[in-house]
């Protein structure tokens, strides 16, 4: 028997199964008792001897590091989420005891023209990616002709002419690709910055306006590519299998285009592995949760984050260094809760939505970031769609260039920290460069925790871990976020007549 209950007899007494282990002892002293009995009797009950062996093996405290096995954290996990709620729940009862409501539909300053050249933009930012596509449909037709002429065999002569126009031929489209998506996102820039006056409005321009720029180089880049290997058979082997179901140029068509155009990814291929159907609950659901976040995060800025940084200019414009990094902290938390809000929107919500009705199969849009241990393993996890166009297109053609890692990311980071700026400064119309120094501020970052990361053991990843929420949390969001808002408040006074 090995019973782990311990039961106590009528008479007051331990149960003799009470104690599992010690059955040995315990028939050892039934057959003493019996044998001064000088008989058998198997309805004799011994009574219990306060003589066992409780500390029997060496044995760790369960939240040691010499311990065999790591304990469970469920009941902190769920402690904290506690914790956290109360807590929150605190501060909205404080924000409507002193503030009231301030949710106001009507008090916005969405200008008429805003909203005119808003919708303007969005209907022609597109139609650079049909551009490319007459673009790549030009060399499609060039490329099969020099391939009918490598094919017939031409002399020496004439091939050295081909080859010169060939030349000269890809000099003109590679031209026409950058001047066609540089214009793109020149257009909507200067429009943003000088006429559209509303930031969200204008943030939405900019954002569609990179991502088309960002699939535009990328259909440019792996065309030009395509178009080699065509030209060049013995480099077609390096080619991944999946593009053989649509070779180039069979993929320049107008409906290969528009997939790509409408597909959650930023990295131009022939194919892409595909669903069998599309489940039209799943997108109902995740169109569900990206409208009620939507809501959930209009209502926290305008109720919740707004106050904060009004109250905070003051305080900044006096450089008191005390009450800033009291507001920063009191900031970090709804900045935190704003973004983690809206990270799940748009790559839970809005990109499998899109990726079912798509029917793109491959959707790891992220990983767990939240883990990371180390600020690099964080942006090569959390927006996985820009990290594929970034080593694809930036990383890996440095690389190979003969550049080193390091610098190769470097320049990863300079480009991003570019795209980044365009996106915060020009719809507030206040390029600060702060966007930019911030993302140049991750290389020390990244060279800081990468040791802490290849260290054994988890006390390395623990510590990596820590630095990378610490500077996400109180040094990179809500700092951008509040001297953005006092650039703005500088300029134009308050973003609207009423928050």
Same mark, same amino acid.
């Given at each position: 028997?090995? =019973? ?76 904290? $989420?506690? $914790? ?70 031409? &002399? ?61 180089? =990328? ?32 993929? $320049? ?78 900031? =970090? &938390? ?39 241990? =180390? ?52 719809? &507030? ?71």
């Amino acid at each position: 028997m090995s =019973s782990t209950s311990v039961s106590v007899t009528a008479d007051g007494e331990f149960d003799k199964t009470a104690l599992p282990g010690h059955e040995i002892d315990m028939n050892r002293e039934k057959r003493a008792v019996e044998s001064s009995n000088g008989r058998t009797n198997s309805k004799t009950t011994p009574k219990y001897r306060h003589v066992a062996a409780v500390h029997s093996k060496p044995r760790h405290s369960c939240l040691s590091h010499d311990s065999e096995h790591s304990p469970g954290f469920l009941g902190f996990r769920n402690l904290m $989420v506690i $914790v956290l709620i109360v807590m929150n729940l605190r501060l909205v009862v404080e924000n409507f005891m002193k503030y009231g409501v301030l949710i106001c539909f009507r008090c916005h300053d969405y200008r008429k023209q805003d909203l005119l050249l808003g919708a303007i933009l969005y209907a022609l930012v597109p139609c650079h990616l049909f551009v490319a596509y007459l673009v790549e449909l030009a060399a499609a037709q060039h490329a099969k002709g020099d391939l009918g002429r490598l094919k017939r065999g031409e &002399t020496q002569k004439s091939s050295r002419q081909a080859r010169a126009a060939f030349q000269a031929a890809w000099y003109i489209i590679a031209w026409s690709h950058g001047i066609n998506a540089s214009f793109c996102l020149l257009v909507t820039t200067y429009t943003v910055y000088f006429h559209i006056h509303h930031p969200l409005i204008g943030t939405i321009c900019q954002i569609h306006a990179i991502i088309v720029w960002l699939k535009n180089c =990328s259909y440019a880049f792996t065309n030009r590519d395509l178009r080699h290997a065509l030209l060049n058979p013995e480099s077609s082997a390096s080619l991944p299998e999946i593009y053989s179901a649509c070779a180039y140029p069979r993929n $320049v068509t107008f409906s290969n285009l528009c997939y790509f155009w409408w597909a959650p990814t930023l990295v131009y291929q022939p194919v892409y592995p595909r669903t069998s159907s599309i489940r039209w609950f799943f997108v109902c659901k995740r169109v569900s949760e990206c409208l009620g976040l939507s809501m959930f995060i209009w209502l926290a800025s305008a109720q919740y984050a707004a106050p904060v940084l009004r109250n905070s200019l003051d305080k900044l414009a006096t450089l008191d260094v005390a009450s800033i990094i009291e507001r920063l902290m009191k900031l =970090s &938390t709804i900045s935190l809760v704003i973004w983690l809000a809206g990270f799940f929107a748009v790559f839970q919500s809005i990109l499998n939505a899109l990726a079912e009705v798509m029917r793109f199969a491959d959707r790891e849009f992220y990983t767990e970031w939240w883990n990371s241990p =180390s600020v690099g393993n964080y942006w090569r996890t959390w927006n996985k769609p820009v990290y594929h166009f970034m080593r694809r297109h930036i990383y890996s053609p440095l690389v190979g260039r003969g550049w080193s890692p390091y610098f190769a990311s470097a320049m990863v980071f300079v480009f991003s920290g570019f795209l980044h700026e365009l996106l915060v400064g020009i719809p &507030t119309h206040n390029v600060l460069g702060v966007a930019f120094i911030g993302m140049i501020a991750q290389l020390p970052m990244i060279a800081l925790t990468a040791p802490l990361e290849k260290m054994q053991g988890v006390n390395g990843k623990v510590a990596g871990n820590c630095i990378f929420w610490i500077s996400f949390c109180l040094v990179g969001q809500p700092l951008a976020a509040l001297l953005y808002f006092f650039a703005w408040q500088a300029k134009y006074g308050s973003v609207s007549k009423e928050v």
